[in-house]
């Protein structure tokens, strides 16, 4: 949508009804400064290892992740937005 329509807080609205008992929610803002390690790091960090390359939210809850901006990582000579690959 156009910017100013309200994309964000309709989003964030809508989180902010789920159970803080069953879910965690993450907001990751991407620009064009933002970087696949980077992005990675930021999701790392609310995850736990659990077996292997099993990885989850802390305390068996579920987690949503809103990626905000998804469109505005840099665009590569390929015309490929590297962070947004993962």
Request: charged share 20%; net charge positive; glycine share 10%.
């Amino acid at each position: 949508g156009a910017p100013g329509t309200a994309k964000t807080s309709t989003a964030l609205m809508y989180i902010s009804k789920f159970s803080q008992d069953t879910m965690l929610s993450k907001r990751l803002n991407l620009s064009s400064a933002t970087q696949p390690l980077g992005f990675q790091k930021s999701i790392e960090g609310e995850i736990e290892r659990k077996t292997g390359k099993t990885f989850c939210p802390p305390g068996g809850k579920k987690m949503t992740v809103f990626i905000d901006d998804a469109a505005m990582p840099l665009v590569n000579k390929w015309g490929d937005q590297i962070t947004n690959e993962l």
